[in-house]
């Protein structure tokens, strides 16, 4: 008979050899016992694999069939039953039954979680309220996933606390399974509601974990993490289109990932259109290449160099990493060896990685610098290089660079293609890739953003014309290859491809001129003097939006004396100023010339930050207008009907405008419940984006709002210390300013009347009236709806009569000078110019959404102008998605803010004034605007502030209504 050691033995042998206790086998009874208790420990601590692109949480301790293990497996047909089954399947009738059906199949997920089986999800969806939940044999962490009754929508789509926010179409609470969003930090610390019931936390799975519970696809989850505002995943909507492609990648013409792998790619990739790129990259979306993914994961360069982050642009994500690709070094996949190449040849060396922190001995030495450590002049010179510590670690790379750079690499420094040690000149064709300098060796405790900024600048002041070459070999491109294998004559032949007529950069007549400012004003940083980041005194163009989180700003100042540089090094840049943001980082101290007297007038109640709206939006664009306004979009002429002086009295009465549309407005909204975040101006500039509303209460439409803390039209004028008391209110300002895209129909039906009956067509659950006081019982509009009333509005209310008389037109001189100059536009702000539509002439920042400080607040550049009224306003009112009554009560409003305005106007100064004026001269002394019948057929740019929500529209070709209207299409 055996002994009690050689059953415990043959128990264990057999244990770990199947996964279940089976008759002992002679090759078993031979292996030493040493070996087997190995064997078991083993299994039960699965060793960790530290290279990159293994999941150290891969290994199943049980076998249980993770459906997320990286080589796609299935589970174990072995598994003991015993083992196996949970609860429900094992010992329920109802569950043993539906195991004989279908065997029980939870999974292992991620570390020690698990998601329940089929059987469970099944058997709770049958039976709602029943709380039933899967419970396998000794494992408590047991997600729930949806089962066969589950509706493949959420109904509420949105938690109790982001119902009313800026971010209401992004939420991802999941009602059906009962988990809390992510938008809010109360949400995430589990105080997430729905109707006032509380959700449990969400999961925190991992990004190669695929999506069971309803969740965004990988690029619009990190435009919800970076607080950018979008239309919402449309997988958020319908799970059931989770295997394709969500209508916002479509749209964006980007790659869909889900579980770090792809869903699908775009037919053809988006090719760069220009050289003059913007210091951000990530205007659509990006994707994190992260060290567990189970197809792209980090590369080599960001691994080595342990970088925070190695992200690709979800719109070329077959190629190089954002970094990689500024840097102009070889790609290369960590995990699996896959070479990226480079896709855009202009963002070689442009952008928010280049700035790097000079090693000590070629700062004192005067020696050219790069990015390596070592670097190339203290190998050349047998020196000790920095350690790879603080910001050095942070900035440079790691070692030195295996294969040896190529030409790309100097070129994006600035430097020429041979190395360090070779000037870039403008004299070679392939000097126009990078900087036309040098000018990223900076010391330590600088303003890296800065320096990045004069990079991008520089570049759009010395670009070539037309697109760059690209890496899509499907679309004709040329680009190809390991950026350390790319020559300087494949790069020359590259631009020439491009730009047949290719001369070298210093051939341009304005070429020395703009290299001696720009080395001139990082001398100007050196000796301490304030400059500005963006050269007012040179065109532009261009525009931005929000990349990495990496660049970090030190604020911290240096200065050196001026010692003798070769030309080439002429601007290494030391100093600290301000920088340029589009969202969260410190904002740009701008030097804006603003007279003496004016901090004398300067109420501090008028000086405030302020928010920036998120930018325009609209998916919604693909087809012709159906509004037939009198001017055709790309015509300068102005309708006919426009016999009026900008500030002349209109003969509507407002009064009579608001007698039909006042009906039922007691019983159709409820002011009293709307949130209060609902009404912050300065919380959520989204949906107000420039002031609170302050209209009489029995406007009952709206709340009571404090008073505006913001400057607005006429709010300021020259020799009286406080505000003046117009009556501008922005009347829209609950109305959200990105247009909902359009949905098909769904299993809602439309809430309008037409022809006296309702509509019922079918509708989509979230394509309901956008205006706030709706709260959570918004009315739904079906598309055709939709259109028919905005045409109504346009053809009985608000014509382009009113639409023009919404402007109050800035004088010659005044529309001259906001149109040219940013700074003219910055000093303007304590008199309103605090949301900006349009590009001042001399900045291409201001083509894009950019927030600017200055000495009296913050100016938000909102880009290009919007269709009709150049601002806002008539995307509200006639793209948005309302119902009848909210469009019909808003046309009323706004025309008549405009009559208020124009009025009070002209009883405050006795005569028409332009808004401009007002920060140099009082009311007597400022110009006339211009009159619109006199200017209509002059040359030169058009200025305007909307009197309706008091933004500025500057630099625009015509006084005619501003095109891209005819695009609107809310489809039938």
Known sequence: M??????????????TNTGRITRSRPVQKQQPLAQILQNARNRQNPKKKGTVGDDEDDEDEDRSGDDNHKDGSQPSSKKPIALRRCEFCYRDPIGRQMCKQRYCDYTKGWK????????????????PGSKHRCKPPLINNVWRKYGVADPVDYRPPTCDQCLNSKMANQCNVDSTLGYGCTISKACRDGKCTVNGQEMEARPNTRVDAARWIRAECHACQNKTKKGTVTAGCSWLRDRSTRDQACSYCQTNNLTCLSGGRVVANPQRLTLPRTWAVKLQVFDKGFVECRRINPERRYCKRCWE???????ADAGSYSYSCNRCTQLGVDCIDAGDDTSYPLFDLARVGIGGFMPFVECNCCREAGRNCDLQRPCDSCIKHGDECDDWVGDTAKYCIKGRLDPPPGPLYYLALGYGSGGVDDPKDGSAIEHWVGPATSIYGIPENQNRNFIATMGVQLRSMLSPPGAPPHGDATQGGLVSGRASGITREQIAAWIKERWPQAVPMNQLGHYRERVEAVRQKMQDIRDGKIVSALFSDFPGHGGGDKDDDDDTNNPGVQTR?????????GVDA????GHVTTSSPAALIFDTSAPDWLSEYINSDMIDDGVASPPFECPTLPGQSQFGFDAAAPSSQVPANLQFSPFEVSHLDPDLVLIDIDQDLDTLMQIDSLPLEASSALEDAEYIDHNPLSIDQEEAMFIQRPQPTLPTPYSFVLGCPKPQDSPFCNVLGLVPEVVTPI???GDETCSEIRDNVHCNNPVALDSTCQCLLHEDNAAHVCNACCKSSAKQLNDNLVTNRELHAFRAYLCADCTAQVSNSIGQVLRRRIVGAVNI???CSDSYYTQTELELETPLGRVNFKGAALPVTGCACATKL???RLCWKHRSRFGGLIVAQAVKMREWCLQRFGRNVCPGCLVDKPPHEANSPKNTIQTMFEQGPKAWVCLACGDWVVNQKQMGLVPGWEQWHMGT
């Open 2 to 15: 055996a002994s009690i050691a050689d059953r415990i033995k043959d128990r264990i042998l057999r244990k």
């Open 878 to 880: 006639l793209a948005q």
């Open 837 to 839: 539509w349009g590009d």
């Open 574 to 577: 030391h100093g600290n100023s």
């Open 305 to 311: 160099d342990d970088h925070d982050h190695c992200r």
């Open 561 to 569: 004396p001026n010692d003798d540089a070769d030309p080439n090094r």
């Open 112 to 127: 020690g979680n698990f998601i329940e089986c089929s059987n469970c999800a099944d058997h709770r969806s049958q039976n």
């Open 743 to 745: 949905a098909p129909g």
